[in-house]
């Protein structure tokens, strides 16, 4: 892990850039250096049940930590890009505790009322961002199972919005859902024909 700046540092992260479906969601933490959670890796480099007792400590252990996002409007109007800097920047907000500098995922960094540095692959890299990194995506998850159960013939609970042959095939059969992209090229296509 790599040495990190001093004073409150949260980490900051995304989930769900890649779906064709669903908000993104980010999350913001700030660690507790005495006391340190063990196994904090990038979510995807974890299973489903290590990703939820993780997430369960990480908010039992961290300073503060908050959960934000950007609806599937937002990101049809503003982009995918700028729809995930600003789940970011909501999370930060969203801090009960005001870090002093945020290290982000990712080559961009968000406006934030902070000091921000971006960091490519920092999930893998740094505490703080993987703990991001698995708030993000275990709140995603449990979103896209509550929209699977609003909309059963799309089949989120196997796929999580992402564009597998599964999802591709309920989207042909089904057509498109008001929780689906707009602005993604498989659902344009759709919405075209």
Same mark, same amino acid.
């Given at each position: 892990?790599?040495?990190?700046?001093?004073?409150?540092?949260?980490? %900051?992260?995304?989930?769900?850039?890649?779906?064709?479906? @669903?908000? /993104?969601?980010?999350?913001? /933490?700030?660690?507790?250096?005495?006391? $340190?959670?063990?196994?904090?890796?990038?979510? &995807?480099?974890?299973?489903?049940?290590?990703?939820?007792?993780?997430? /369960?400590?990480?908010?039992? &252990?961290?300073?503060?930590?908050? %959960?934000?996002?950007?609806? /599937?409007?937002?990101?049809?109007?503003?982009?995918?890009?700028?729809?995930?800097?600003?789940?970011?920047?909501?999370?930060?907000?969203?801090?009960? !505790?005001?870090?002093?500098?945020?290290?982000?995922?990712?080559?961009?960094?968000?406006?934030? $009322?902070?000091?921000?540095?971006?960091?490519? @692959?920092?999930?893998? &890299?740094?505490?703080?961002?993987?703990?991001?990194?698995?708030?993000? &995506?275990?709140?995603?998850?449990?979103?896209?199972?509550?929209?699977? %159960?609003?909309?059963?013939?799309?089949?989120?609970?196997?796929?999580?919005?992402?564009? !597998?042959?599964?999802?591709?095939?309920?989207?042909?059969?089904?057509? %498109?859902?008001?929780?689906?992209?707009?602005?993604?090229?498989?659902v344009a296509r759709l919405i075209s024909k």
């Amino acid at each position: 892990m790599l040495l990190l700046p001093e004073g409150l540092v949260c980490g %900051v992260d995304e989930a769900g850039r890649g779906p064709l479906a @669903g908000p /993104v969601v980010a999350a913001a /933490v700030i660690l507790d250096p005495a006391n $340190p959670i063990a196994g904090l890796n990038d979510s &995807k480099k974890l299973s489903a049940k290590r990703r939820e007792a993780l997430a /369960v400590e990480i908010r039992a &252990k961290a300073l503060a930590w908050a %959960v934000a996002e950007a609806s /599937v409007e937002e990101i049809d109007q503003i982009n995918i890009l700028q729809a995930s800097l600003l789940a970011m920047q909501r999370a930060v907000e969203l801090l009960s !505790t005001s870090p002093t500098h945020a290290l982000i995922d990712g080559n961009r960094c968000p406006n934030l $009322p902070c000091s921000a540095e971006a960091i490519i @692959g920092g999930d893998g &890299k740094v505490a703080s961002i993987a703990a991001a990194s698995i708030l993000a &995506k275990t709140v995603r998850d449990a979103g896209m199972m509550l929209l699977h %159960v609003a909309y059963p013939m799309y089949s989120f609970d196997r796929h999580m919005g992402y564009p !597998t042959a599964l999802h591709l095939a309920a989207l042909q059969e089904h057509g %498109v859902s008001l929780v689906h992209r707009r602005s993604y090229a498989p659902v344009a296509r759709l919405i075209s024909k």
